[in-house]
Nanobody
Framework: QVQLVESGGGSVQAGVSLRISCAAT????????MGWFRQAPGKEREFVAG???????SYADSVKGRFTISRDNAKNMVYLQMDSLKPEDTAIYYC?????????????????WGQGTQVTVSS
């Protein structure tokens, strides 16, 4: 079992940076694929970024070059550094964990989810 708790969201102006965090419980955290997803009002939940135990990363095209995902296995933490934020980045951001090495961008492949943290970017 893995429990995930996000933190660090907030309301910011366009162009600034924000880092959100995800604290995970569980002894085998390092073995999980960790992902960040987001959901804007009236839209489907979408993949933002993922990081494998090997530290290989993957990003949605909409955030590539602006967002950076990282993990600290010693602290059971995952981070999403968001730079050059845009109003269209406004959403609830969810941390997720998957036992499947090929989880990738598929939200249905993720077994555990946090409660989400709101990020609001104003122009």
């Amino acid at each position: 079992q893995v429990q995930l708790v996000e933190s660090g969201g907030g309301s910011v102006q366009a162009g600034v940076s924000l880092r959100i965090s995800c604290a995970a419980t569980g002894r085998t955290f390092s073995a999980y694929v960790m992902g960040w997803f987001r959901q804007a009002p009236g839209k489907e939940r979408e993949f933002v970024a993922g990081i494998w135990s090997t530290l290989i990363t993957s990003y949605a095209d909409s955030v590539k070059g602006r967002f950076t995902i990282s993990r600290d296995n010693a602290k059971n933490m995952v981070y999403l550094q968001m730079d050059s934020l845009k109003p269209e980045d406004t959403a609830i951001y969810y941390c997720a964990a998957s036992r499947l090495p090929n989880a990738g961008t598929n939200r249905y492949a993720y077994d555990y989810w946090g409660q989400g943290t709101q990020v609001t970017v104003s122009s």
